[in-house]
């Protein structure tokens, strides 16, 4: 069964640093692209950032670029956040998603997303 | 990255036909025939519908369907059941490796 599992979320003060976790089984992990994709509590889905395949390319939207690094260990199917200086409208569940075979047509499957909350 | 512009609500009765747009700009939408949507039931985790405008992924009922015409998307719903009340998130690749969401339509069946 394909399958992308998040962990790592959590309770964190502003300012503060956390990363998450994506672990990935049921398919050839390192064939394919990754995202982070976000969602505030009663808001609608954010992009967040995208690494190719091998973890030699990684983009990011510019409310994260600079806050936030994405990378990737084919060898353990897992794919990171790692998130610094955070802020409070950086509370959101999480999601990471695999980018369809064709990379920029979309995100075909979803993990169930990990819950950051950052306040004092 | 200019969010995508999505109705906030639409509705319709079993077995009628809805629409949801999406509006974005020539830089995104406009630009690139790689327009996704998603639905999102509640308390889950987002569902592809439709990618590359108008593919329908395996397992995808034929009821949905995308199309695009300038800077806007479509997904229509047709022959509505009960079970496709979701909130419906469209996406558009928008150049340099970026992608941009709209805001969601929650879809109502009446």
């Known amino acids: 069964e394909v399958q992308l599992v998040e962990s790592g979320g959590g309770l964190v003060q502003p300012g503060g640093s956390l990363r998450l976790s994506c672990a990935a089984s049921?398919?050839?992990?390192?064939?394919?692209?990754m995202h982070w994709v976000r969602q505030a509590p009663g808001k609608g889905l954010v992009w967040v950032s995208r690494?190719?395949?091998?973890?030699?390319?990684?983009n990011y939207a510019d409310s994260v670029k600079g806050r936030f690094t994405i990378s990737r260990d084919n060898a353990k199917n897992t794919l990171y956040l790692q998130m610094n200086s955070l802020r409070a409208d950086d509370t959101a569940v999480y999601y990471c998603a695999r980018a369809t075979i064709f990379g920029v047509s979309g995100m075909d499957v979803w993990g169930q997303g990990t819950t950051v909350t950052v306040s004092s | 990255q200019s969010a995508l512009t999505q109705p906030r609500s639409v509705s319709g009765s079993p077995g009628q036909s809805v629409t949801i747009s999406c509006t974005g700009t020539?830089?995104?939408?406009?630009?690139?025939?790689?327009v996704s949507w998603y639905q999102q039931l509640p308390g889950k985790a987002p569902k592809l519908m439709i990618c590359d405008v108008s593919k329908r992924p395996s397992g995808v009922p034929d009821r949905f369907s995308g199309s695009k015409s300038g800077n806007t998307a479509s997904l229509t719903i047709s022959g509505l059941q009960a079970e496709d009340e979701a909130d419906y998130y469209c996406c558009s690749f928008a150049g340099t490796y970026t992608w941009v969401f709209g805001g969601g339509t929650k879809l109502t069946v009446l």
């Open positions: 049921g398919f050839t992990f390192s064939s394919y692209w």
């Open positions: 690494i190719n395949s091998d973890g030699s390319s990684t």
């Open positions: 020539s830089s995104d939408v406009g630009g690139y025939n790689y």
